[in-house]
């Protein structure tokens, strides 16, 4: 079969960067925490009168399982500030089932990435033990991680962004509300939320996260957002009252800076690399146009044929979830995959489909052949093909030659090199994006 030919291409995207990461999370955190008006208050006191913070408070740090760009310097930033104010800070992961739902699986998702003791100047404590804080109005329990709910305040940091699983009529999606939920309340607090399926993580969670906030246990929110290029874009310290009505706007502006794909119309998507670091889903379903879950509809757009994920990210640790948004598959990554930590990710969240193993090939070129084969009407010169390192970086990609007479000339879009053949190496696999 003889392949299209294709050409690398830059994506030119729009969105601010936060230059001094430290300096800016330090401004939010005291602007908040330690406002230079603030009344004294005796130590030991909740709710919201401030300082938030007296010398030996213990602090929760969250920490979740998602790929966020400098989220180790981040919650670097965190821990010194509040030692500035005299607290003792420590970081608790928050990822509810992820890690294989164990106290040191979730403790090895946060040291790959970059989330370590040493890095991050304060202890990890991890542990899948909860206590009950309280009850929604609905009757669902509320859980909080027991280290957290010991200490005397909580900081929850999390990135806000358009969820991979619902669109909310409130704009609560995924951020400081879902980690105040699902992430403090670990893989207990995720069996009760996700048992009720979309409901549940549509519904329920916000509900469970008001509980969280009531407890009077969170000291702030620290909100972050990214640009297209995967670089912190925005970083906000929120007082917790304000969280709930605060989140949805910043969900808008995630959104307007979110990249997508160059065009809607695809023959064959190749994904290089999927995983638990670049979405929750291991592919972001608002980026390939894929949900995957019973009863939900499907967007209306990308309209994508065939999707070849290549490979399963080391940072995953065997967790393959979003393997079932794929058409097909090569054994390389199928041999990376830890069933039981994948398969505790996706029975926890109910939405087995998106566990499914697609067709399994041998090698990239059987992989890609297959699918051209299987595009009823087109010759294999025609297809329209896009390669991407994974949903999170779009910024270069590789199109087909029927992609670029659609790309030609158009804004944002610029050619970074000739159009080349398909190279593979000996074993029949793709060569990198620096190789090719």
């Known amino acids: ?24 999370v330090r401004a939010e955190l005291l602007r908040v925490l330690a406002p230079a008006d603030a009344p004294p208050r005796e130590p030991g006191g909740l709710g919201l009168a401030h300082p938030r913070v007296w010398p030996g408070m213990r602090v929760a740090i969250t920490a979740g399982s998602r790929g966020i760009a400098n989220i180790p310097l981040i919650l670097q930033s965190v821990v010194r500030t509040l030692k500035q104010l005299g607290a003792e800070p420590f970081i608790v ?35 899948m033990d909860v206590v009950q804080i309280g009850t929604t109005p609905q009757g ?6 027991a280290q957290a709910a010991g200490a005397d305040g909580v900081v929850v940091v999390g990135r806000v962004k358009l969820h991979t699983d619902f669109k909310s009529p409130i704009g609560i999606e995924s951020g400081l509300m879902k980690m105040m939920a699902i992430g403090l309340g670990k893989h207990r607090q995720a069996l009760e939320i996700h048992a009720y399926g979309v409901p549940g993580i549509r519904d329920h969670m916000p509900e469970v996260a008001k509980v969280v906030l009531a407890s009077g246990k969170v000291l702030c929110g620290l909100a972050i957002l990214e640009n297209a290029f995967e670089q912190t874009a925005h970083i ?52 390939i146009g894929r949900i995957r879950i019973h009863g939900v509809p499907e967007p209306e757009r990308p309209r994508i044929q065939y999707i070849f994920a290549r490979d399963l990210s080391e940072a995953s640790h065997g967790n393959a979830l979003g393997i079932g948004l794929a058409d097909l598959t090569t054994r390389r990554l199928l041999e990376k995959i830890d069933f039981q930590k994948m398969n505790e990710n996706v029975i926890t969240s109910t939405f087995l489909q998106r566990a499914a193993i697609p067709i399994v090939l041998d090698c990239d070129c059987d992989a ?63 060569l990198t994006f620096e190789s090719a």
């Open 93 to 127: 992961p928050a990822m509810g089932s992820h890690g294989g739902a164990t106290a040191e699986g979730q403790r090895e998702v946060l040291e790959s990435l970059g989330v370590t003791e040493d890095f991050c100047e304060a202890p990890i404590r991890s542990s």
């Open 236 to 287: 906000e310290a929120v007082e917790p009252a304000r969280i709930p009505e605060r989140e949805p706007e910043l969900l808008r502006q995630s959104a307007a800076w979110m990249p997508k794909l160059p065009v809607d119309d695809v023959d064959l998507l190749i994904v290089d690399e999927i995983g638990k670091n670049y979405s929750g889903t291991g592919m972001d379903t608002n980026i």
């Open 368 to 430: 890609i052949q297959a699918a051209l084969r299987c595009l009823w009407g087109v010759a294999p010169k025609r297809a329209r093909i896009l390669r991407i390192p994974s949903t999170l970086q779009l910024e270069w990609l590789y199109v087909s030659e029927a992609v670029w007479e659609d790309l030609e000339g158009r804004p944002g879009i610029e050619a970074a090199g000739p159009f080349t053949e398909m190279a593979f190496d000996a074993d029949g696999n793709l």
């Open 140 to 145: 669902m329990p509320v859980f909080m991680d």
């Open 1 to 24: 079969m003889e392949f299209p030919k294709w050409r690398r291409v830059r994506q030119h995207f729009e969105g601010p960067v936060v230059e001094d990461i430290p300096a800016r």
